[in-house]
């Protein structure tokens, strides 16, 4: 059976324990990390992230829930969101009159 991979409307990038970032870019990767790396496995948030995003991945809950999830986990196992604001849209410039 083939696996669509559902992505996550804008990735979640976050600074790891060890210091290095990681990016979520879909549900598959994330229950991937979730299951196999996560560095807190006995979190209340941990597996409200991990049912939100197996239930998304089948389609019974909306993505937006488990991606809510995915950051409280994040937040959780103190592993902060890096923003990233490159991007963001421009904002438009203010044209001079003559």
């Known amino acids: 059976m083939q696996v669509i991979e559902t992505f996550w409307r804008k990735p979640i990038t976050?600074?790891?324990q060890n210091?290095?970032?990681h990016t979520f870019h879909s549900l598959e990767d994330?229950?991937?990390?979730?299951?196999?790396?996560?560095?807190?496995k006995f979190g209340v948030h941990h597996r409200r992230a991990?049912?939100?995003?197996r239930a998304a991945a089948k389609r019974m809950v909306a993505t937006e829930a488990a991606?809510?999830?995915?950051i409280s986990a994040c937040l959780e196992a103190n592993m902060p969101l890096v923003m990233n604001f490159s991007s963001s849209p421009q904002q438009p410039q203010p044209q001079m009159l003559p």
């Open 67 to 70: 991606r809510e999830a995915l």
């Open 50 to 53: 991990l049912d939100l995003c």
């Open 19 to 21: 210091g290095l970032q």
């Open 14 to 16: 976050v600074r790891l």
């Open 30 to 40: 994330t229950i991937d990390f979730l299951e196999k790396e996560w560095p807190v």
